[in-house]
């Protein structure tokens, strides 16, 4: 990923380097995750100045990408690299950083002659080179969510009514690690009946009851990539007006999976499938339709109602269209898809016919 940030980037600035500090930004570009470093980016070599407790496996994962040196004083380690580089211009990544940093950053590298750019062009180019998976990072994600997957086979054994929406939310996470996750994408959502209608609800002590929806919105985390689904099912007999509801929100994303394809539209994708919803449930489909996924759990570009962009060939984005009825219940169905030439691939292998328990 570096060589080919250093291919676009270079050709676009005129910059002599680029510095990216957040850490996304470094997982995505070196390979290497951890929690601090600087990775300083030239048209012709590339270092990641790291601490102690990241060197050693710096080094082993750089497999000649980058130079990993010592980090101790961030301030003096840098202008100290600028310096015997001869680096006289240096492209700020600005967008995952305080604006402490970059102003202290820029301060210290004013003082050795260095002029910071801090415009769109680090930024776009990066996430221009995320949008698109390699076949790499489709096969890490594609594992992720088997791990999902799996997990959420084993939960279907777990729930009843009495048990809490934490426990659920528990058992969710250690099965996912016992499958293989490094953990989960983000924090589990579960919640059921009244509480539903919260899209983004925090599991709570509420126990599950004959009668309810059960959201269970989760995703493993596996060597930095993440997965994301949604299921929910009911426990025990449900109303005409639930099962209504939950037919509605399959066939809408049924639509908006048949549409996904290259060359099309993410804010068709998204019409498609909240026009059904709002034609009987106006204003309670109230997020978007579906996200990218990758090293961070959201990526762009998203399907939703403010988004034109234009779907290519291995974006990995979810479906995940939804009702919420305050004080009632609420449901969302979400799958996980790569996009091709003439369609999509589904990476969710989880049954999302209804389900009663």
Known sequence: MIEKLQKSFFEKSSADAALLISEPQRKYLSGFNSSDGYLLITKSAAYYLLDFRYAEAGRKAAHGKYEVLPLSSARKDLTDLVKREGIKSIALEYAGISLKTAMDLRESFKEIGTDTILDETLETEVKKLRMIKTPAEVEKIAKAQSITDKA??????????????????????????VFGADGPSFETIVVSGENGSQCHGVPTDRKVREGDFLTMDFGALYEGYHADMTRTVGIGSLSDRQVSAYELVYNAQQAAIAMIREGVSCFDVDKAARDMIEGVYPGRFGHGLGHCVGVEIHEDPRFSPICHETLQENMVITVEPGVYLEGDFGLRIEDLVVVEKGGCRNLTESKKELILL
């Open 152 to 177: 959420f086979s084993e939960i279907l054994n777990f729930i009843k009514p009495g048990k809490t929406e934490r426990e659920i939310a528990a058992f969710l996470e250690y099965e996912m690690r």
